[in-house]
């Protein structure tokens, strides 16, 4: 009787017993289920690698071209550099071409640059190809756009207003110089540098130099410098000698007057020079000279060089008789 009475209480003890070291273990399950958990995190996944875009070549100038481009950087990485890369093929980039280098200062977008004083492979006619890639560099490396290549579509066609001048005449070129300044051209007279009077994008006003090394008569080479692009608008400019001072001014017949000048020839026959109708006789011996003629009449006369059929009136000179 006692044992069967006895029996349910034990079975609850027991019930009560497994019950109580479950709970005690219920801690350590949940940080195990939930700290585990916890520790599958996924990875960090890389960010996205930075490009570059070509977006424009366009020429303003025969020497002048302004570029575009794009920076791509999704993953915002760190840029070291950017800028454009450009030559006369279609294989450029950073180590073997020309290269404007903008530095680091961008993170994404768009950027601009300005190339000046472009070489050219040709002359007359101005037909320039080149090529420019958008390029940026990062830790992993440098990353181009496409390549893009152009040219100038003008041509420059200068025509001269005169073929023919002494030092100090004033030249007036005419073309096609549309982007172009005073200080992008050089015109010189057989490799003598003229002065620049004007440039517009239609005219370049020059001076004819002193120092050109050719006498009365004889050609020289004008030659047209945009840059690095070299253009002769004519096959020659014809220099005339010029006088720029005698001495004395006035005087008798008779008196010797010693002469300077510009591009001025060492032999008689290479010069016709008059004082008023007469025909000068003049010599050089280190030092140019003439005699006034005896028949000429007191006064007011002008020195004149003969240039092919006419006379070029040059300084004057006063008869005393």
Same mark, same amino acid.
């Given at each position: ?169 004033? @030249? +007036? ?5 549309? &982007? ?5 051209? #050089?015109? %010189?007279?057989?490799? !003598? ?97 003439? @005699? +006034? ?5 007191? &006064? ?5 060089? #003969?240039? %092919?059929?006419?006379? !070029? ?9």
């Amino acid at each position: 009787m006692n044992a069967l009475h006895h029996e349910p209480n034990v079975r609850s003890l027991v019930w009560l017993l497994n019950r109580n070291r479950l709970a005690s273990f219920l801690p350590l399950i949940l940080l195990l289920t939930f700290g585990c958990a916890k520790d599958k995190t996924e990875p960090t996944p890389e960010p996205a690698p930075v490009g570059a875009e070509t977006s424009a070549l366009t020429f303003s100038s025969p020497i002048t071209a302004e570029v575009a481009g794009k920076v791509i950087n999704d993953g915002k990485q760190k840029i070291i550099d950017h800028g454009f890369v450009y030559g006369y093929s279609t294989d450029v980039d950073v180590n073997t071409s020309a290269k404007i280098s903008l530095g680091a200062g961008i993170v994404s977008g768009f950027f601009t640059a300005k190339i000046s004083d472009i070489q050219v492979s040709s002359t007359y006619g101005i037909k320039v190809q080149m090529s420019v890639r958008a390029y940026v560099t990062d830790k992993s490396g440098t990353f181009y756009g496409h390549t893009v290549t152009a040219g100038y579509k003008g041509v420059l066609l200068p025509k001269m207003d005169k073929e023919e001048g002494q030092a100090g005449d004033r @030249v +007036v070129i005419s073309g096609n110089f549309r &982007g172009l300044t005073a200080s992008n051209f #050089k015109v %010189s007279f057989d490799d !003598v540098l003229a002065k620049i009077i004007l440039a517009t994008e239609t005219s370049v006003t020059v001076e004819v130099p002193k120092g050109i090394p050719v006498t009365h008569g004889q050609p020289a080479v004008l030659r047209i410098q945009a840059g690095v692009l070299s253009v002769d608008p004519a096959p020659y400019f014809t220099i005339w000698g010029r006088i720029t001072d005698i001495n004395p001014k006035s005087g008798p017949v008779g008196t010797k007057v010693t002469f300077t000048g510009d591009n001025l020839p060492m032999k008689t026959g290479e010069l016709n020079l008059y004082l008023g109708n007469r025909y000068l006789n003049w010599m050089y011996d280190g030092t140019y000279s003439f @005699v +006034v003629p005896e028949d000429l009449e007191g &006064g007011d006369v002008k020195l004149s060089i #003969k240039r %092919s059929v006419h006379r !070029v009136e040059s300084l004057g000179f006063t008869i005393t008789n």
